[in-house]
């Protein structure tokens, strides 16, 4: 089983900037694949951005030129820099994994971080 553990959401200013990690643990596996996911009330939850252990990403159209997704392998931790953040874009966000154990692959979910953009 793999942990997922999320940290810097928070209320911010339409314009403003936020970064969200979200660190993996537990044992013997391998990430394939990290990523957030955000669900506004009453709305389904929809991808942000994923990063593979390989580098390659993914945008949502809404978030592209201002969300920046990377990864850290050696401490299997993923962020998200959020800039010139608009009203649209307050939600829980969530982070996912992708991870091979043994011969398996899984999926993981953190428990979810607000972040609230005011006017």
């Known amino acids: 089983q793999v942990q997922l553990v999320e940290s810097g959401g928070g209320l911010v200013q339409a314009g403003g900037s936020l970064r969200l990690s979200c660190a993996a643990s537990g044992t013997a596996f391998t990430i394939l694949r990290m990523g957030w996911y955000r669900q506004a009330p009453g709305k389904q939850r929809d991808l942000v951005a994923t990063?593979?252990?390989?580098?390659?990403?993914d945008y949502a159209d809404s978030v592209k030129g201002r969300f920046t997704i990377s990864y850290t392998n050696a401490n299997n931790t993923v962020s998200l820099q959020m800039n010139s953040l608009k009203l649209e874009d307050t939600a829980v966000y969530y982070c996912?994994?992708?991870?091979?154990?043994?011969?398996?692959?899984?999926?993981?979910w953190g428990q979810g971080t607000q972040v609230t953009v005011s006017s």
């Open positions: 996912q994994s992708l991870q091979r154990r043994g011969t398996s692959v899984l999926g993981s």
């Open positions: 990063i593979t252990s390989g580098g390659s990403t």
